[in-house]
């Protein structure tokens, strides 16, 4: 008991029913014969062959348990039961060799029939027992060997069939009866001892017997007063509910019920409130209307009077309203859970501090917001910590699985994504989309699985009915309720991974464990078992949540169910108050607003029944529709606002425009009279300084014609300079370029050809006529000497000779006074040496390269002498010329100036002028359009006079309907959230009797 503390579907106590079907098993076992155990739902049948099964020898049998559904197919029993047998031989299978396959067949009568009335899975198993063998997708014969069928059924009925005398024949059928009181007692009063004498004090273990004995008789009356109906066929009730009870009861810890601050009548309440709490969420909390709910509300009722010698009024006389008896409704404030402990200790205690469970919640509603991508705006009403609370409850039990029934709108998913998250689990999501399919669904499986086996993390699958896109989906998941294993989901290869996990986990936690895979395989079966917690949210709407408890029986064994009743009057209120909080409007009109609400919704829900009743049809008044009611009223009363207010604007706007109109009317009176004067005064300066252009302008027309008399005779003088200079450049044009040529012979002579000349003792004729002519042009004096006929004459090279030694001797040709060279070297120069054949540059070229030079020098100074002669009186001429324009210029410069003073003083004269005839036209203009307004503004004022009244009235009338707008609009919005369904009768007699 101790290693399994708390879980109590692990717990198996021994009574002679248990040892009697033991027993049987056992023969059967020895024998080799298929066994049947056949029983109503909770008798226990499925718990006594899965407990005998973990007892019988791994060495010698293998065990393959299945659970049939409605949507079972042979073709999956055939794979589920082949994935743990071998190929012994070409065409032989069976399980390892040396042992024999155990199949324990769970709803063995749960597969639908086919067409012919055939159940195909009893079928092939009938066909193993008859023939041994089977046949393959691809019609091949394969014998199947040591295998033997043990299975379990319930009666038929209810969605079970009844199984063929074919099949039947072959199994040896055992009935297992309901237990008695008696026997359940038996069964349970060992654990509620066990548990009360762990710490509990001894004047409170008396409870461990009154428990057993409420419960049971609390269980029997509930199955013999709560029948299932088409409407309500999740009214099933077996022993897992009465052990849910017993487990819930284990929650408590035995310091939540001792202690110097607690009496023994509080320990004893406690312990009383906490069956209350723990028989409503078992059973109370799957029940459908409030008839129901108060019938069970009587049961428990006389449970405390009969059992606990405690009445209602007493035990529960904190949550009813002073001065009246406990109602049903009252229960509504019992509360146990974890939710005000802290994180390091968790007690499952009463919690009786309301505001601080919501404080509470609602911290937690803020961390799931931080940490969540998809934040939850919630209003955490009583309603909502109610179903956080249940769901909360069932999550911190071992293979506490929820089936949460409500209508879409009713915060199903919501309330199971913060209990999760109060819990610490991780909450796996299926994302379905359109194109999601079978294989994507297995995929997901196996990562739930994973995470919950390899990873050992506490995961909660959160799946609804808008998700079953294929009826395979809750086959799988009508499995893992039942035995958290699907056939064949792992491949080989992630097995092998599983196993190999499942070994490192029991070395790490040092367990007593053979590590074989089918051992490990097991472990890890075991840890998604504890690990794993599965929230279904099913509509009951139509047939498909009917169809589907009877086609998958284990939603309703295997989870605890939570129906979601209509929101209550307070929730209702608190939502209307949340949304509207934003609203403009006093608080006392929020106060009415929400009393509407209310009335809308719940007056549509009796409507909806008569609705039914006349016509037949179903209308379902969702908190959706609630929702839309305050979503509608918000947005239309923002619109109509916004109108009205712009209707409003506008009358108000207009007044404004005519008290306006009126004083401009009195301002343009006034600035007609000012502009007159005005007027009157521009146009006499207008007129004076007309008068004083003329005369200014005949005095810039005199200025005028004597600066163009002047410029006329500068244009023609300058014209004169420019032809004698145009003149004189084209005669130098002749001279200078061979003076250029000559000079640049000068620049490529050098010293060493001077030299060379210098140091010749007789020279050339050529260079001799040369170096004469330069030395006349320098005016270097010859030397005189006689001839070979005794006459005296001139001899030059003495001199040439020095005159060559001088350094300068090139720098002084190139700077040669070229313009003025006296007349007799020149008239030399052309007599003796220019007309002399022999003074040719070709010629000396040929003596002395220097010389070449020199002689193309003396020949280009000759031609520039001869032009410069003829140039210069010209030149003298043009400087003449250009000093007469110049004086000619000066003059027209100051004309020019005195004209441009006049011209200026006139044109800003003519300014003046432009601005005061601009300034007079403004002023006309003005004047006549301040007239032409204020006639206008007169006809406006006398026409609008009647106008002003009716806008008077309109405006206040805006006002009126700006605050009465608010009921016209929740009364639309109420239309437009619930009447759409019902036909024009009904909704003019819901009009018309107030109540919409």
């Not at 923002?638 to 007044?655: A, D, E, P, S």
């Not at 003596?847 to 030079?853: D, H, K, L, Q, R």
Request: hydrophobic content about 40%; proline content about 3%; charged content about 25%.
């Amino acid at each position: 008991m101790e290693s399994k503390r708390g879980v109590i579907s692990e717990v198996i106590i021994e009574t002679v029913d248990t040892i009697r079907q033991k027993f049987f098993l056992d023969i059967c076992l020895e024998n080799s014969s298929p066994l049947l155990f056949v029983g109503s739902t909770g008798t226990g049948k499925t718990a006594v062959i899965n407990n005998w099964l973990l007892s019988i020898s791994t060495d010698t049998y293998v065990i393959n348990p299945l659970s049939f559904s409605a949507q079972t197919s042979a073709g999956q029993t055939q794979e589920i039961i082949m994935s743990k047998m071998e190929k012994r031989k070409k065409s032989q299978y069976g399980p390892v060799f040396g042992k024999k396959m155990v199949v324990f067949v769970d709803d063995m009568n749960m597969p639908m029939k086919e067409k012919y009335g055939a159940m195909p899975p009893i079928e092939l198993l009938r066909q193993l027992i008859d023939h041994g063998f089977w046949y393959k997708k691809n019609c091949d014969k394969i014998d199947i060997m040591d295998v033997l069928i043990f299975s379990a059924m319930g009666v038929p009925g209810g969605g079970r069939n009844h199984v063929s005398a074919r099949f039947m024949r072959h199994l040896n059928i055992i009935t297992i009866d309901e237990f008695s009181k008696e026997i359940m007692k038996s069964i349970f009063q060992p654990i509620l001892d066990w548990h009360f004498h762990n710490g509990f004090e001894n004047v409170l273990k008396r409870f461990s017997r009154i428990y057993i004995f409420a419960i049971t008789d609390l269980y029997v009356q509930v199955i013999s007063t709560f029948r299932p109906t088409p409407l309500k066929s999740h009214y099933i009730f077996n022993l897992r509910d009465y052990a849910r009870v017993v487990q819930g009861l284990l929650l408590l810890k035995p310091s939540c019920v001792k202690g110097a601050e607690m009496s023994q009548v509080e320990s004893s309440g406690r312990l009383i409130r906490l069956w209350v709490h723990e028989v409503y969420r078992v059973f109370y909390d799957r029940f459908t209307d409030s008839d129901d709910q108060n019938r069970f509300f009587n049961i428990v009722s006389n449970m405390l009077r009969q059992h606990f010698k405690e009445r209602m009024n007493v035990v529960f006389s904190h949550l009813a309203y002073p001065g009246r008896d406990v109602r049903d409704s009252d229960l509504r404030g019992l509360f146990f859970g974890e939710f005000l402990s802290s994180k390091e200790s968790k007690h499952y205690n009463e919690i009786t501090n309301m505001e601080k469970l919501q404080e509470a919640v609602e911290m937690y509603l803020e961390e799931y917001n931080m940490q969540s991508k998809a934040p939850m705006n919630l209003v955490l009403f009583q309603f909502a910590l109610e179903h956080i609370s249940k769901i909360t409850r069932v999550l911190r039990q071992p293979k506490g699985h929820c089936l949460l029934v409500g209508i879409g709108g009713s915060g199903r998913s919501s309330v199971a994504r913060l209990a999760t998250f109060i819990c610490g689990h991780t909450l796996y999501d299926i994302k379905v989309s359109q194109h999601y399919s079978i294989t994507d669904w297995k995929e997901d499986i196996r990562k739930v699985l994973r995470q919950a086996g390899d990873q050992g993390f506490s995961t909660v699958l959160l799946f609804g009915d808008h998700q079953i896109k294929d009826q395979s989906f809750l086959e799988d998941i009508n499995i893992l309720l039942n035995t958290a294993d699907i056939p064949n989901l792992f491949e080989s290869e992630e097995r092998l991974e599983i196993i190999d996990k499942m070994q490192q986990f029991c070395l790490q936690e040092r367990l007593k464990i053979e590590m074989t895979p089918l051992n490990m395989y097991s472990k890890f079966l075991e840890r998604v078992r504890q690990n794993l917690h599965i929230i279904l949210t099913f509509s009951p709407i139509g047939d498909a949540f009917r169809n589907r408890l009877r086609m998958f029986p284990s939603l309703i064994s295997c989870c605890t169910i939570d129906w979601f009743q209509a929101w209550p009057e307070d929730a209702l209120e608190k939502v209307a108050k949340k949304f509207l909080d934003d609203v403009e409007m006093s608080a006392e009109v929020l106060d009415e607003v929400t009393f509407m609400c209310k009335h809308f919704h719940q007056s549509v829900r009796s409507l909806s029944q008569k609705y039914l009743q006349t016509i037949q049809r179903y209308n379902y008044v969702t908190p959706t529709s609630y929702l839309e009611l305050i979503k509608t009223f918000k947005s239309l009363l923002n619109t109509k606002r916004i109108h009205i207010l712009t209707q409003k604007n506008r009358y108000q706007v207009g007044l404004e425009k005519l008290e306006y109109a009126e004083k401009q009317l009195h301002i343009m009176q006034e600035e007609l009279t000012q502009l007159q004067p005005r007027l009157i005064e521009t146009s006499k300066e207008t007129e004076e300084l007309m008068l004083k252009i003329s005369r200014e302008a005949e005095e810039v027309e005199s200025v005028k014609a004597i600066v163009e008399s002047e410029e006329a005779v500068a244009n023609m003088s300058a014209s004169e300079s420019q032809a004698i200079k145009q003149e004189c450049e084209s005669q130098l044009n002749i001279a200078l370029p061979a003076l250029n040529a000559a000079m640049a012979a000068l620049n490529t002579l050098k010293d060493q050809d001077i030299s060379l000349v210098k140091t010749m003792v007789n020279p050339p004729q050529g260079i001799k006529i040369v170096l004469e002519a330069i030395c006349i042009m320098k005016g270097v004096k010859p030397q005189r000497k006689l001839d070979a006929n005794g006459r005296m004459v001139d001899d030059y090279w003495p001199s040439t000779k020095k005159m060559l030694s001088d350094m300068k001797f090139l720098d002084s040709l190139k700077e040669y006074d070229k313009d003025n060279i006296p007349y007799s070297i020149m008239r030399v120069i052309r007599e003796k040496y220019i007309s002399n054949p022999e003074f040719d540059p070709s010629r000396i070229r040929n003596a002395s390269s220097a010389c070449e030079g020199m002689c193309l020098w003396i020949k280009a100074i000759e031609v520039y002498d001869r032009v410069i002669k003829v140039v210069a009186p010209k030149r003298e001429r043009l400087a003449e010329a250009e000093s007469k324009l110049e004086d000619q210029l000066k003059t027209l410069s100051q004309k020019q100036s005195e004209l441009k003073e006049v011209s200026e003083k006139l044109f800003a004269l003519n300014d003046q002028y432009s601005e005061k005839t601009s300034l007079k036209s403004s002023l006309e203009s003005q004047i006549a359009m301040t007239r032409v307004r204020l006639e206008r503004a007169s006809k406006l004022i006398r026409q609008l006079s009647g106008e002003r009244i009716r806008w008077k009235v309109m405006e206040k009338k805006m006002s009126e309907i700006y605050v009465n707008v608010i009921g016209d609009v929740l009364l639309s919005s109420a239309i437009v959230a619930y009447l759409g369904a019902f036909t024009l009768e009904f909704r003019q007699v819901r009009f018309s009797s107030s109540l919409i």
